[in-house]
């Protein structure tokens, strides 16, 4: 189980990086140490740790499994800013880290999904960032929201 972000990032770099001990990488925080940008071998993933999946996505999207019966009905969302930035910087797979499991999918098939069928939708909580020690900008974030059966486990 990997219930420590730090340690579950760790593993993870570890499973993606053959020859993890030898081998240079880089790695970037992102989004508050949220997110992990890996570069190793010319080719980049990202990485996110995820305490829970989105479990409610059947009863918010129940049109997705009139289409597709087959799905399990579990979801995973990611925020559009670092969607966005996956794919800029041409990133091959993101890995969602889960404590029990760890998955991945390309940036560019979320994308299309959530385009494709509207699976797209601005949090209803507001989230605080702090601009610097004085101001604070509240956001409510935009995220891609997508069953987790179009991702392969890692």
């Not at 420590?4 to 990032?9: G, I, M, R």
């Amino acid at each position: 189980m990997l219930q420590n972000q730090d340690k579950a990032f760790v593993f993870a770099i570890k499973r993606i990086v053959k020859d993890y001990d030898k081998k240079m990488f880089s790695i970037k925080n992102l989004h508050k140490g949220r997110y992990r940008l890996l570069e190793v071998d010319n080719d980049k993933y990202m990485l996110v740790y995820k305490r829970e999946f989105f479990n409610t996505f059947r009863n918010k999207y129940p049109e997705i499994y009139r289409l597709y019966p087959y799905f399990v009905g579990k979801g995973e969302s990611i925020n559009k800013e670092m969607l966005d930035r996956a794919i800029l910087e041409k990133v091959k797979f993101i890995y969602f880290i889960h404590p029990s499991v760890i998955y991945k999918i390309n940036p560019e098939l979320i994308k299309k999904f959530c385009e494709k069928f509207n699976l797209i939708r601005r949090q209803d909580k507001e989230n605080v960032y702090h601009v610097n020690k004085k101001d604070m900008v509240f956001v409510q974030e935009i995220t891609y929201s997508f069953p987790t059966d179009l991702m392969s486990i890692d």
